[in-house]
C-alpha cells in the first residue's frame, strides 16, 4: 500500500473489510451446515429404527413396525398372538378397530419378502382366519388387510405394486372385501397425509390400496 494513491488504498481497505465479512460469514455457515447436518443424522437415526422399518423388516420386527403405523393412524390395535390360549389355532397377527365405529373390525395380515411382491397364497390362507372369526364373532369381519413389505432386496423406488402381477386374485381378495397395502404405500402416505385421511381411506377402499397424490 506504500505506492497506492489515496483512493486506491480506500478500495483496498474496503476489499479486505469485505474479504472479512466474508469469511465470518463462511464460517457462520459452516458452523448451521454442520448443527443441522447432526440433527439430520440422529433423526435419520430415528426414522430408520422406526417408521421406515415398513420398508425394510421382516416377520416380528414387520409386525410390531406395522402395529405402531396403525396405532399413529388411530386404530385400535390387537396383537393376536399375545390374545391366544397354547392350544388355540394361530390367527391373523393384527386386529383393528375403528374408534368411530365399535361394529368396524379388520383382519390384518403381514408378511416381508426378499424377492417377491407378495404371494397369493397368502390370500387363500387368510380366508382360514376369517372362517375363525366367524366361529368365534358369529359374522363376518369388517375388512380382510393383506400387507406386504417386498420385494426388500431392491431398493423401495425400484419396487412395483403389491401383488403387481396377480390383478384378478387382488379382484377376487377385493370382492371378500379385501385390501391389498403394501408396505412403500403406507410409508408414503405416513409422510404426505394426515392420520384421519390414512384411516379413513384404509376403512372405505378395498382392492389394492391406492392413495391419491402419492
Request: some cysteine.
Amino acid at each position: 500500500k506504500e505506492w497506492m494513491t489515496p483512493e486506491e488504498r480506500s478500495l483496498a481497505d474496503e476489499i479486505e473489510s469485505l474479504e472479512a465479512e466474508k469469511a465470518a460469514k463462511i464460517a457462520q455457515l459452516d458452523s448451521e451446515i454442520l448443527d443441522k447436518e447432526i440433527s439430520l443424522a440422529q433423526l435419520r437415526q430415528e426414522v430408520n429404527s422406526g417408521t421406515r422399518g415398513l420398508l425394510t423388516e421382516q416377520g416380528d420386527a414387520l409386525v410390531e413396525k406395522v402395529e405402531k403405523a396403525f396405532q399413529d393412524i388411530g386404530f385400535g390395535v390387537t396383537d393376536m398372538d399375545s390374545e391366544l390360549e397354547p392350544e388355540q389355532h394361530k390367527r391373523e397377527d393384527l386386529r383393528l378397530t375403528d374408534p368411530d365405529d365399535p361394529d368396524w373390525e379388520a383382519l390384518v395380515e403381514i408378511k416381508g419378502y426378499g424377492r417377491s411382491d407378495g404371494k397369493t397364497s397368502d390370500l387363500q390362507k387368510m380366508q382360514r382366519y376369517v372362517n375363525f372369526y366367524i366361529s368365534e364373532k358369529d359374522r363376518l369381519p369388517s375388512k380382510i388387510i393383506y400387507l406386504v413389505n417386498g420385494p426388500i432386496d431392491v431398493t423401495p423406488s425400484q419396487r412395483g405394486l403389491a401383488l403387481g402381477t396377480a390383478n384378478d386374485d387382488v379382484r377376487e381378495f377385493k370382492n371378500s372385501n379385501g385390501l391389498v397395502i403394501g408396505t412403500t404405500t403406507l410409508y408414503k402416505a405416513l409422510c404426505s397425509k394426515s392420520p384421519e385421511e390414512i384411516r379413513k381411506s384404509i376403512i372405505d377402499e378395498t382392492g389394492r390400496w391406492e392413495v391419491e397424490g402419492i
